[in-house]
T-cell receptor, first 114, second 114 residues
Framework: KNQVEQSPQSLIILEGKNCTLQ??????????LRWYKQDTGRGPVSLTI?????NTKSNGRYTATLDADTKQSSLHITASQLSDSASYIC?????????????FGQGTTLQVKP | DTGVSQNPRHKITKRGQNVTFRCDPI?????LYWYRQTLGQGPEFLTY????????KSRLLSDRFSAERPKGSFSTLEIQRTEQGDSAMYLC????????????FGPGTRLTVT
């Protein structure tokens, strides 16, 4: 069964600190892995997309890594800001590149406190 | 173009009633996806269209659910005889091409069945 699991389920950090979110997946065939940020009551917004051959990708203070051998990914947030408070969802695209069907993790809820 | 839009943003209905949601994708995006998201969980795939053709439906999409995209532009998702278990956020996304290309999400429609 295709699954995406994230840890921790929730996280509280102080403003300015760094944090790392984890994602493990069992999806086959693998197409690509994405990280989304979802504010409460809003739709997800893409942060990064990585294909099989990519190990790391950055988007400002967000850096995602991918280890396709161990089927693990991480999202590192540096110098956190209050606006980073949101749910971060790891998403894997399964099947051929023609499908585009996404399998979502349950998300990590991040709260950044002043 | 202001992105994917969904209407209504919120819907409260009584059990047994029918509801219909609308999604307007980004112009010229040929792929349109519907997802359902319950509280504390990641979105789950329901169905997707390429132009006006509905190419795949999840097992989550029971007989009470029907989706259409009659002219290959906007899409509607109808739920007949709503049940309390249908309460969720219904998200729509669109993409220009499949595979590794970006899916842009709308703000979602929050359905509450009382």
């Amino acid at each position: 069964k295709n699954q995406v699991e994230q840890s921790p389920q929730s996280l509280i950090i102080l403003e300015g600190k760094n944090c790392t979110l984890q994602c493990n997946y069992t999806v086959s065939p693998f197409s690509n892995l994405r990280w989304y940020k979802q504010d409460t009551g809003r739709g997800p917004v893409s942060l990064t997309i990585m294909t099989f051959s990519e190990n790391t990708k950055s988007n400002g203070r967000y850096t995602a890594t991918l280890d396709a051998d161990t089927k693990q990914s991480s999202l590192h947030i540096t110098a956190s800001q209050l606006s980073d408070s949101a749910s971060y969802i790891c998403v894997v695209s399964a099947g051929s590149s023609n499908t585009g069907k996404l399998i979502f993790g349950q998300g990590t809820t991040l709260q950044v406190k002043p | 173009d202001t992105g994917v839009s969904q209407n209504p943003r919120h819907k409260i209905t009584k059990r047994g009633q029918n509801v219909t949601f609308r999604c307007d994708p980004i112009s010229e995006h040929n792929r349109l996806y519907w997802y359902r998201q319950t509280l504390g969980q990641g979105p789950e795939f329901l169905t997707y269209f390429q132009n006006e053709a509905q190419l795949e439906k999840s097992r989550l999409l029971s007989d009470r659910f029907s989706a259409e995209r009659p002219k290959g532009s906007f899409s509607t998702l109808e739920i007949q005889r709503t049940e309390q278990g249908d309460s969720a956020m219904y998200l729509c996304a669109s993409s220009e091409v499949p595979g590794a290309y970006e899916q842009y999400f709308g703000p979602g429609t929050r359905l509450t069945v009382t």
